[in-house]
Protein backbone atom coordinates (compact mmCIF):
# COMPACT_ATOMS: atom_id res chain seq x y z
CA UNK A 1 0.00 0.00 0.00
CA UNK A 2 1.25 3.42 -0.54
CA UNK A 3 2.86 5.50 1.95
CA UNK A 4 3.10 9.20 0.63
CA UNK A 5 1.61 11.84 2.88
CA UNK A 6 -0.37 13.01 -0.30
CA UNK A 7 -2.36 10.19 -0.99
CA UNK A 8 -4.27 9.74 1.87
CA UNK A 9 -7.62 11.75 1.63
CA UNK A 10 -6.83 12.80 -1.81
CA UNK A 11 -10.31 14.61 -2.94
CA UNK A 12 -8.72 15.33 -6.58
CA UNK A 13 -7.99 11.95 -6.98
CA UNK A 14 -9.77 8.93 -4.84
CA UNK A 15 -8.12 6.12 -6.21
CA UNK A 16 -4.20 7.48 -5.24
CA UNK A 17 -5.15 5.57 -1.96
CA UNK A 18 -4.85 2.37 -3.95
CA UNK A 19 -1.39 2.13 -5.44
CA UNK A 20 -1.96 -0.27 -9.19
CA UNK A 21 -1.18 -3.53 -7.79
CA UNK A 22 -4.25 -3.02 -5.23
CA UNK A 23 -5.81 -1.68 -8.04
CA UNK A 24 -5.60 -4.72 -10.44
CA UNK A 25 -7.18 -7.14 -8.18
CA UNK A 26 -10.09 -5.15 -7.44
CA UNK A 27 -10.54 -4.15 -10.93
CA UNK A 28 -10.27 -8.16 -11.93
CA UNK A 29 -13.39 -8.56 -8.93
CA UNK A 30 -15.09 -5.75 -10.48
CA UNK A 31 -14.53 -3.49 -7.32
CA UNK A 32 -11.91 -0.56 -8.18
CA UNK A 33 -15.04 1.90 -8.68
CA UNK A 34 -16.42 1.23 -5.24
CA UNK A 35 -12.83 0.97 -3.38
CA UNK A 36 -11.64 4.38 -5.41
CA UNK A 37 -14.86 5.61 -3.14
CA UNK A 38 -14.56 3.90 0.39
CA UNK A 39 -10.44 4.40 0.18
CA UNK A 40 -10.42 8.10 1.26
CA UNK A 41 -13.04 7.43 4.30
CA UNK A 42 -11.09 4.30 6.07
CA UNK A 43 -7.25 4.93 5.29
CA UNK A 44 -6.30 7.78 7.61
CA UNK A 45 -3.26 9.91 7.90
CA UNK A 46 -3.49 9.86 11.42
CA UNK A 47 -4.40 7.73 14.20
CA UNK A 48 -8.53 7.82 15.32
CA UNK A 49 -9.14 7.56 19.23
CA UNK A 50 -10.38 3.83 19.29
CA UNK A 51 -7.11 3.02 17.41
CA UNK A 52 -4.93 4.54 20.31
CA UNK A 53 -6.28 2.80 22.47
CA UNK A 54 -6.22 -0.58 21.24
CA UNK A 55 -2.28 -0.21 20.54
CA UNK A 56 -1.99 1.03 24.10
CA UNK A 57 -2.80 -2.45 25.68
CA UNK A 58 -1.99 -4.46 23.71
CA UNK A 59 0.76 -7.87 24.72
CA UNK A 60 2.47 -7.82 21.39
CA UNK A 61 2.87 -5.51 18.35
CA UNK A 62 3.84 -7.01 14.85
CA UNK A 63 6.19 -5.10 12.31
CA UNK A 64 7.07 -5.74 8.99
CA UNK A 65 10.67 -3.80 7.43
CA UNK A 66 12.72 -4.24 4.21
CA UNK A 67 16.42 -5.40 4.46
CA UNK A 68 19.03 -3.92 2.15
CA UNK A 69 18.05 -6.37 -0.17
CA UNK A 70 14.61 -6.02 -0.55
CA UNK A 71 13.10 -8.60 1.70
CA UNK A 72 10.78 -8.08 3.51
CA UNK A 73 10.78 -9.13 7.22
CA UNK A 74 8.17 -9.98 9.99
CA UNK A 75 8.51 -10.01 13.71
CA UNK A 76 6.91 -9.73 16.86
CA UNK A 77 7.65 -7.38 19.63
CA UNK A 78 6.55 -8.25 23.50
CA UNK A 79 5.65 -5.90 26.67
CA UNK A 80 3.27 -5.55 29.72
CA UNK A 81 0.54 -3.70 28.30
CA UNK A 82 1.78 -0.39 28.12
CA UNK A 83 4.60 -0.79 26.68
CA UNK A 84 3.08 0.53 23.36
CA UNK A 85 2.46 4.67 23.89
CA UNK A 86 0.49 7.22 21.16
CA UNK A 87 1.79 10.42 22.31
CA UNK A 88 -0.27 12.08 19.52
CA UNK A 89 -2.29 10.71 16.63
CA UNK A 90 1.03 10.99 14.88
CA UNK A 91 3.27 9.09 16.56
CA UNK A 92 3.44 5.54 18.11
CA UNK A 93 6.44 4.37 20.26
CA UNK A 94 7.10 0.82 21.54
CA UNK A 95 9.32 0.23 24.81
CA UNK A 96 10.80 -3.13 24.37
CA UNK A 97 14.49 -4.65 24.36
CA UNK A 98 15.81 -5.07 20.50
CA UNK A 99 17.10 -7.88 19.98
CA UNK A 100 19.94 -7.89 17.48
CA UNK A 101 19.52 -10.87 16.07
CA UNK A 102 15.56 -9.98 14.71
CA UNK A 103 15.64 -9.56 10.67
CA UNK A 104 13.35 -6.98 11.04
CA UNK A 105 15.27 -4.96 13.45
CA UNK A 106 18.45 -5.22 12.36
CA UNK A 107 17.10 -3.69 8.96
CA UNK A 108 15.60 -0.81 10.46
CA UNK A 109 19.08 -0.03 12.18
CA UNK A 110 20.80 -0.57 9.43
CA UNK A 111 18.14 2.23 7.24
CA UNK A 112 17.81 4.08 10.15
CA UNK A 113 15.59 7.12 10.67
CA UNK A 114 12.84 7.80 7.67
CA UNK A 115 12.86 3.87 6.73
CA UNK A 116 9.03 2.33 5.81
CA UNK A 117 7.40 0.91 8.72
CA UNK A 118 4.28 -1.42 8.72
CA UNK A 119 2.54 -2.12 11.94
CA UNK A 120 -0.58 -4.48 12.85
CA UNK A 121 -1.61 -4.32 16.45
CA UNK A 122 -3.61 -7.24 17.11
CA UNK A 123 -5.43 -7.93 20.41
CA UNK A 124 -5.59 -11.98 20.23
CA UNK A 125 -8.21 -12.38 22.89
CA UNK A 126 -10.97 -9.95 21.78
CA UNK A 127 -9.66 -10.26 18.21
CA UNK A 128 -9.58 -6.91 17.71
CA UNK A 129 -6.50 -5.42 15.33
CA UNK A 130 -5.48 -2.02 13.46
CA UNK A 131 -3.26 -1.64 11.12
CA UNK A 132 -0.69 1.81 10.83
CA UNK A 133 2.32 2.36 8.34
CA UNK A 134 4.49 5.06 9.02
CA UNK A 135 8.21 6.36 9.08
CA UNK A 136 10.64 5.00 11.19
CA UNK A 137 11.92 8.26 13.84
CA UNK A 138 14.31 7.01 15.88
CA UNK A 139 15.28 3.19 17.13
CA UNK A 140 17.57 1.97 20.07
CA UNK A 141 17.87 -0.69 22.22
CA UNK A 142 15.43 0.74 24.58
CA UNK A 143 12.68 1.18 21.74
CA UNK A 144 11.70 2.38 18.24
CA UNK A 145 8.68 5.28 17.63
CA UNK A 146 6.95 5.63 14.26
CA UNK A 147 5.47 8.67 12.34
CA UNK A 148 2.32 7.83 11.12
CA UNK A 149 1.72 7.99 7.04
CA UNK A 150 -1.35 5.71 7.32
CA UNK A 151 -3.77 4.53 9.57
CA UNK A 152 -7.00 2.10 9.12
CA UNK A 153 -8.68 -0.92 10.81
CA UNK A 154 -9.17 -5.00 9.98
CA UNK A 155 -12.20 -6.66 11.10
CA UNK A 156 -11.87 -9.68 13.46
CA UNK A 157 -12.22 -12.63 10.88
CA UNK A 158 -10.19 -15.49 11.24
CA UNK A 159 -8.37 -14.63 14.34
CA UNK A 160 -7.85 -17.60 16.41
CA UNK A 161 -8.57 -16.16 19.95
CA UNK A 162 -5.61 -16.75 22.51
CA UNK A 163 -4.83 -14.80 25.54
CA UNK A 164 -1.21 -14.30 27.11
CA UNK A 165 -0.89 -16.43 30.47
CA UNK A 166 2.67 -16.25 31.74
CA UNK A 167 5.41 -13.99 31.04
CA UNK A 168 9.22 -15.52 31.29
CA UNK A 169 12.18 -13.26 30.75
CA UNK A 170 14.82 -14.63 29.95
CA UNK A 171 18.05 -13.26 27.60
CA UNK A 172 17.57 -14.06 23.69
CA UNK A 173 18.92 -17.08 22.88
CA UNK A 174 20.96 -17.39 19.78
CA UNK A 175 19.62 -17.80 17.04
CA UNK A 176 19.30 -20.45 14.65
CA UNK A 177 20.06 -20.02 10.71
CA UNK A 178 18.41 -22.68 8.60
CA UNK A 179 18.73 -21.48 5.18
CA UNK A 180 16.10 -22.31 2.49
CA UNK A 181 15.93 -25.97 3.77
CA UNK A 182 14.24 -25.18 6.68
CA UNK A 183 14.56 -28.12 9.59
CA UNK A 184 12.05 -30.90 10.79
CA UNK A 185 11.44 -28.55 13.89
CA UNK A 186 10.44 -25.57 11.45
CA UNK A 187 8.27 -27.75 9.08
CA UNK A 188 6.34 -28.95 12.02
CA UNK A 189 5.59 -25.82 13.65
CA UNK A 190 4.71 -24.33 10.21
CA UNK A 191 2.16 -27.33 9.50
CA UNK A 192 0.52 -27.29 13.19
CA UNK A 193 0.09 -23.08 13.00
CA UNK A 194 -3.43 -21.29 12.87
CA UNK A 195 -1.84 -17.87 12.48
CA UNK A 196 0.54 -16.92 10.10
CA UNK A 197 1.75 -13.10 9.46
CA UNK A 198 3.30 -11.96 6.39
CA UNK A 199 5.43 -8.53 5.54
CA UNK A 200 5.44 -7.06 2.16
CA UNK A 201 6.22 -4.20 0.08
CA UNK A 202 5.00 -2.19 -2.65
CA UNK A 203 8.67 -1.15 -3.78
CA UNK A 204 11.84 -3.40 -3.97
CA UNK A 205 13.85 -0.67 -1.19
CA UNK A 206 13.22 2.37 0.97
CA UNK A 207 13.51 5.70 -0.37
CA UNK A 208 11.34 5.30 -3.81
CA UNK A 209 8.89 8.27 -2.85
CA UNK A 210 5.34 7.42 -3.32
CA UNK A 211 5.18 3.17 -3.90
CA UNK A 212 7.65 2.77 -1.10
CA UNK A 213 5.55 1.44 1.84
CA UNK A 214 5.84 -1.71 3.87
CA UNK A 215 2.97 -3.85 5.28
CA UNK A 216 2.31 -6.57 7.30
CA UNK A 217 -0.91 -8.36 7.70
CA UNK A 218 -2.67 -11.84 9.34
CA UNK A 219 -3.78 -14.91 8.28
CA UNK A 220 -5.38 -17.57 10.35
CA UNK A 221 -7.03 -20.48 9.41
CA UNK A 222 -7.60 -24.11 11.12
CA UNK A 223 -4.15 -25.76 12.07
CA UNK A 224 -2.79 -26.94 8.67
CA UNK A 225 -3.99 -24.17 6.97
CA UNK A 226 -0.52 -23.64 5.52
CA UNK A 227 0.84 -26.52 3.75
CA UNK A 228 4.27 -27.65 3.09
CA UNK A 229 5.82 -29.42 0.46
CA UNK A 230 9.35 -30.05 0.09
CA UNK A 231 10.60 -29.87 -3.58
CA UNK A 232 13.07 -32.10 -5.76
CA UNK A 233 16.20 -29.94 -4.74
CA UNK A 234 15.36 -30.24 -1.11
CA UNK A 235 13.47 -26.51 -0.94
CA UNK A 236 10.10 -25.69 0.45
CA UNK A 237 7.23 -24.33 -1.03
CA UNK A 238 4.49 -23.17 1.19
CA UNK A 239 0.63 -22.87 -0.29
CA UNK A 240 -1.64 -20.68 2.20
CA UNK A 241 -5.44 -20.12 1.28
CA UNK A 242 -6.39 -16.56 0.72
CA UNK A 243 -9.75 -15.86 2.73
CA UNK A 244 -12.42 -13.60 1.43
CA UNK A 245 -11.33 -10.52 3.76
CA UNK A 246 -11.76 -6.33 3.39
CA UNK A 247 -11.40 -6.40 -0.40
CA UNK A 248 -8.66 -3.92 0.32
CA UNK A 249 -5.91 -6.30 -1.26
CA UNK A 250 -3.13 -4.57 -0.03
CA UNK A 251 -0.85 -7.73 1.08
CA UNK A 252 -1.61 -9.36 -2.41
CA UNK A 253 -1.22 -5.87 -4.24
CA UNK A 254 2.17 -5.76 -2.59
CA UNK A 255 3.15 -8.69 -4.16
CA UNK A 256 2.15 -8.07 -7.56
CA UNK A 257 3.99 -5.42 -7.62
CA UNK A 258 7.48 -6.75 -5.18
CA UNK A 259 6.65 -10.82 -5.27
CA UNK A 260 8.71 -11.17 -1.99
CA UNK A 261 7.21 -11.51 1.21
CA UNK A 262 8.53 -12.26 4.80
CA UNK A 263 6.56 -14.65 6.86
CA UNK A 264 6.63 -15.45 10.74
CA UNK A 265 4.97 -18.29 12.55
CA UNK A 266 4.80 -17.92 16.53
CA UNK A 267 5.10 -20.76 19.12
CA UNK A 268 2.79 -19.76 21.61
CA UNK A 269 3.50 -22.72 23.90
CA UNK A 270 7.25 -22.00 23.86
CA UNK A 271 8.04 -18.41 22.45
CA UNK A 272 9.88 -19.36 19.64
CA UNK A 273 9.78 -17.38 16.77
CA UNK A 274 10.00 -18.71 13.23
CA UNK A 275 10.95 -15.46 10.46
CA UNK A 276 10.87 -16.70 6.80
CA UNK A 277 11.95 -15.07 3.34
CA UNK A 278 10.04 -15.88 0.48
CA UNK A 279 9.44 -15.61 -3.02
CA UNK A 280 5.88 -15.00 -3.59
CA UNK A 281 2.89 -16.08 -6.27
CA UNK A 282 -0.58 -15.71 -6.44
CA UNK A 283 -2.18 -18.05 -7.74
CA UNK A 284 -6.23 -18.19 -9.33
CA UNK A 285 -8.36 -21.51 -8.91
CA UNK A 286 -11.62 -19.83 -10.10
CA UNK A 287 -12.61 -17.49 -8.27
CA UNK A 288 -10.40 -19.01 -4.94
CA UNK A 289 -6.88 -17.98 -4.34
CA UNK A 290 -4.01 -18.67 -2.85
CA UNK A 291 -0.41 -18.19 -2.30
CA UNK A 292 2.51 -20.11 -2.98
CA UNK A 293 5.60 -19.25 -1.09
CA UNK A 294 9.11 -20.50 -1.81
CA UNK A 295 11.20 -20.04 1.30
CA UNK A 296 14.78 -18.89 0.51
CA UNK A 297 15.56 -18.44 3.74
CA UNK A 298 14.54 -19.36 7.28
CA UNK A 299 15.79 -17.95 11.14
CA UNK A 300 15.02 -19.72 13.99
CA UNK A 301 14.79 -17.80 17.65
CA UNK A 302 13.99 -20.01 20.19
CA UNK A 303 12.56 -18.22 23.19
CA UNK A 304 12.03 -14.92 21.24
CA UNK A 305 8.84 -13.98 22.99
CA UNK A 306 8.71 -13.70 26.50
CA UNK A 307 4.86 -13.99 26.42
CA UNK A 308 3.30 -17.93 26.74
CA UNK A 309 -0.52 -18.72 25.51
CA UNK A 310 -3.47 -20.27 26.48
CA UNK A 311 -5.38 -23.43 23.79
CA UNK A 312 -6.57 -21.09 21.07
CA UNK A 313 -10.16 -20.37 20.30
CA UNK A 314 -10.98 -21.18 16.96
CA UNK A 315 -12.38 -18.13 14.98
CA UNK A 316 -16.68 -18.30 14.46
CA UNK A 317 -15.42 -18.15 10.85
CA UNK A 318 -13.80 -21.81 11.39
CA UNK A 319 -16.49 -23.45 13.36
CA UNK A 320 -19.27 -25.71 12.24
CA UNK A 321 -22.41 -23.46 11.46
CA UNK A 322 -24.49 -24.56 14.26
CA UNK A 323 -21.36 -23.95 16.82
CA UNK A 324 -20.39 -20.15 15.96
CA UNK A 325 -21.79 -17.72 18.31
Same mark, same amino acid.
Given at each position: ?60 ? &?????? *? /????? #???? !?? %? $? +??? =? ?100 ? &?????? *? /????? #???? !?? %? $? +??? =? ?115
Amino acid at each position: MDTHPHAVGDTADPRATWHDGEQALQARLGLRERMAEIGPQVVRDHMPDQHRELFEKLPTL &LLGALD *A /DGQPW #ATML !AG %A $P +GFV =RTPDARTLSAAATLDGQDPALAALRRHGAGAPVGLLGLEPHTRRRNRMNGRLRSISDEGLAVDVVQSFGNCPKYIQARDPVDWIAAPPAVARPLGATLDDAA &LALIEA *A /DTLFI #ASAS !AP %A $P +GMG =RSDGVDVSHRGGPPGFVRAHRRLDGGIELRVPDFPGNRFFMTLGNLLRHPRAGLLVADYASGELLHLAAEAQLLWHGDERELRLRVTAGLRRPGALPWRWNEARPAPQFLPADARA
